[in-house]
C-alpha cells in the first residue's frame, strides 16, 4: 500500500483474530516494507502487516 498524495486518506480495517473487526478501524499514516502505520480511531497507533488491512474506503 503506498499514498501517492499527503493529502490522501485511506480508511482501513484490522484482521484480528481470525476476523475482519468492524470495530477497529483507522486511518493510514505511513508504510514502509510491507509495514503500515496506522492511527486507529481510539487514538492509538500501530504497525501492521499490509496483509492485515483491508480498505474500507
Known amino acids: 500500500m503506498k499514498l501517492l498524495d499527503e493529502h490522501q486518506v485511506v480508511r482501513v480495517q484490522l484482521?484480528?483474530?481470525?476476523?475482519?473487526?468492524?470495530s477497529i478501524r483507522g486511518t493510514?499514516?505511513?508504510?514502509?516494507?510491507?509495514t503500515i502505520g496506522v492511527l486507529l480511531d481510539?487514538?492509538?497507533?500501530?504497525d501492521v502487516p499490509e496483509d492485515r488491512l483491508r480498505i474500507v474506503s
Open 15 to 22: 484482521w484480528m483474530n481470525g476476523a475482519w473487526r468492524r
Open 28 to 34: 493510514v499514516i505511513g508504510s514502509h516494507e510491507g
Open 42 to 46: 481510539t487514538g492509538e497507533y500501530i
